[in-house]
């Protein structure tokens, strides 16, 4: 049975080389402008997203400020929807740099 398992570990080993690819076919492009690029849009994307997700909040601060009894808990929910926005960015980012971070 380990000799099995020893067997199958070596076949993956050697299926895993897919994974260290030098040059795309069809272009000049390599997977370092490829990562790069990836790199440059979620910086983009952070920073759009963090700067509307402020304004967001400012807007909901003052929505909640000058709102009605009745409107207050759909304003502050909206305030905690946007405070889940900005960790879920935060989150996504995180994440795409986990995956660069692995090429």
Avoid at 77 to 96: C, E, N, W
């Amino acid at each position: 049975m380990f000799k099995f398992v020893g067997t199958s570990l070596t076949n993956l080993g050697n299926s895993m080389n897919l994974l260290a690819i030098n040059k795309l076919d069809g272009g000049n492009y390599n997977i370092d402008s490829i990562l790069k690029a990836i790199k440059t849009l979620t910086d983009w994307c952070l920073r759009v997203g963090i700067a509307l997700a402020g304004v967001s909040l400012v807007i909901g601060f003052v929505m909640y400020a000058v709102a009605d009894v009745d409107r207050k808990a759909h304003v502050k929910q909206r305030i905690i929807q946007t405070m889940f926005g900005i960790v879920g960015i935060i989150l996504a980012i995180s994440l795409v740099n986990l995956i660069i971070s692995l090429f």
